[in-house]
């Protein structure tokens, strides 16, 4: 799993009822972008996060980056 900062991180929930947290990655710890992230949260809440299976990362940047070509 690679990032890099303003990419997106959705956990999904892994216990029936638990609900998807989704965030901002605000830096990146690991080398060559790989984890830990530091991840804004929606609720403002800013933790250290080592993604797990249940973890999806999104690049909006790179998305952004393609369709301006």
């Known amino acids: 799993m690679q990032a890099v900062v303003g990419d997106l991180i959705h956990v999904h929930g ?3 009822g638990q609900r ?3 965030g901002e990655i ?3 710890r690991g080398s060559g972008g790989e984890p830990p992230y530091l991840v804004q949260f929606e609720d403002h809440h800013v933790a ?3 993604p797990g299976p249940d ?3 999104e ?3 790179r998305k952004k980056a ?3 070509s």
């Open 14 to 16: 892994s216990v029936v």
């Open 55 to 57: 973890a999806v990362i």
């Open 26 to 28: 605000v830096e990146v």
């Open 20 to 22: 998807e947290r989704k």
């Open 48 to 50: 250290l996060v080592f």
């Open 59 to 61: 690049h909006p940047s």
């Open 66 to 68: 393609k369709g301006k």
